[in-house]
């Protein structure tokens, strides 16, 4: 191969990866482990393969749009936080007008499918999201208050309702449920990564909460949330939604969160905020398959 076919190739391949990374691809995979949840658990009368993996293209779409969008917003902040200098559009190696192109393609394409496919209400649902990440949460609440994510957490905390919606076409209680616990699993989710980070988040004014109200009232707080957490996990089970092997298994998880944040209070251990942060997708991702395991094996012994 010729030097300058190499370095095409090398090119493009880097192009393609600042693309991806423009879609924060691991979070997207976790959203959509939440809708595929949400899915599974809609009442359908036979089961939907086809229209389930559209309208997870629809919904992984709009949400990559949504974390393409954050990045065109942010780009300044992004610039200055060691986390994130290095980010596509921060570096500049992708530019605000591609990034935005890419996003709004992305996000055009995403409400099409789910609209024409899926149905209506799905679609607005999801683009309302968007907007709650990008619009709301981005450009303003994470700027003015460190509430912001008990606020802002609610775009993130939808995709279990999306799915249930793009199954069932109508909205209902239970997954409410599901979107209440992310909701609350959501604080104690970014407050441990922005403990670690707080100088970092100082430096650019941003009004987190180890930032304005210092990093002891923050694991107050996340020792509070875990608790909340454990309680509203609770719901599925009480309402009939879950059985025990869902209750068994989400005590012992939430345990083992509670435990994450009673040593980030009280341990005064350096590496604690990024354990419980790491620790915390986890939880997030075998509690939402734990409502599967639970769906698909235990009710069928009854
Ligand atoms: C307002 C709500 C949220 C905030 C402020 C937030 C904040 C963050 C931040 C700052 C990171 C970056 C860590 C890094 O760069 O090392 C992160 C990572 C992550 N978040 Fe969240 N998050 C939120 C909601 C969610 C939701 C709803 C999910 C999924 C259901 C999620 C899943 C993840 C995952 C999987 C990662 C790891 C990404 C990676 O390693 O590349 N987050 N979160
Ligand atoms: C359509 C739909 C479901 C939209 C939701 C989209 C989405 C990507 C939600 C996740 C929330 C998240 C990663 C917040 C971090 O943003 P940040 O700006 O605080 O973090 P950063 O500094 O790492 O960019």
């Not at 992708?94 to 990034?99: L, R």
């Not at 350096?270 to 075998?286: A, D, E, G, N, V």
Request: proline residues 5%; contains cysteine; charged residues 10%.
């Amino acid at each position: 191969m010729s030097i300058s076919k190499m370095l095409l190739t090398q090119e493009l391949r880097q192009s393609w990866r600042d693309y991806y990374q423009l879609t924060k691809p691991k979070v997207v995979a976790l959203l959509l482990l939440t809708a595929w949840v949400g899915m599974l658990l809609a009442p359908s009368v036979q089961s939907q393969p086809v229209l389930m993996l559209i309208a997870l293209c629809g919904i992984g779409m709009l949400s990559a749009a949504a974390a393409a969008l954050n990045h065109v917003l942010d780009q300044n902040i992004d610039a200055k936080m060691a986390r994130t200098q290095r980010r596509p559009v921060a570096t500049g190696r992708v530019s605000s007008h591609q990034a935005l192109g890419f996003a709004l393609t992305l996000a055009a394409v995403g409400f099409v499918v789910l609209y024409s496919w899926v149905n209506p209400l799905t679609a607005w649902l999801t683009l309302a999201s968007l907007f709650g990440y990008a619009g709301i949460y981005t450009m303003f609440l994470k700027r003015a208050t460190p509430q912001n994510i008990v606020i802002g957490g609610l775009a993130g905390a939808m995709p279990p309702l999306l799915g249930w919606t793009s199954i069932s076409g109508t909205l209902s209680a239970e997954p409410w449920l599901l979107v209440m616990i992310i909701f609350a699993w959501t604080p104690p989710h970014f407050w441990a990564l922005a403990i670690h980070r707080r100088d970092d988040y100082a430096k650019v004014n941003m009004p987190m909460l180890p930032v304005t109200h210092g990093i002891e009232f923050t694991k107050t707080a996340i020792l509070f949330y875990t608790m909340i957490l454990t309680l509203v996990c609770l719901m599925p089970y009480l309402v009939g939604m879950s059985g025990v092997l869902y209750l068994a298994g989400s005590l012992l998880l939430n345990l083992g969160f509670i435990s994450h944040a009673w040593r980030l209070k009280f341990a005064d251990d350096p590496k604690q905020p990024m354990l419980m942060f790491r620790f915390s997708i986890y939880h997030l991702m075998l509690l939402f398959l734990l409502l599967i395991l639970d769906q698909q094996w235990f009710w069928r012994w009854q």
